[in-house]
């Protein structure tokens, strides 16, 4: 019984671990960035988005001018809503 046992949990995990990604998750390319790299792009007038992904009472306090305020618990939803051919930072 016990044989059976592993055996199928070894098929099942097998067959878990091939499974594919699923479709809606597009790969993004990520790269952590420093504060003083994030000001240089503006400096330049390199054409990025700041998503602030704090509540919106934090937002309202205190934002990069300009940035879109999207909380990290919508993000997966809302992403749509930011531009898609420039830069984004998410903090």
Do not use: C
């Amino acid at each position: 019984m016990r044989g059976r046992f592993l055996a199928a949990l070894l098929l099942a995990t097998t067959i878990l671990w091939a499974a594919p990604a699923p479709a809606d998750d597009p790969e993004v390319p990520e790269k952590y960035i420093s504060v003083d790299e994030a000001k240089a792009l503006v400096d330049k007038r390199q054409p990025v988005v700041f998503i602030d992904v704090r509540e919106k009472p934090q937002y309202d306090e205190l934002h990069i001018r300009g940035a879109l305020n999207i909380p990290l618990d919508s993000l997966r939803g809302r992403l749509r809503d930011a531009p898609r051919k420039d830069l984004l930072v998410l903090y």
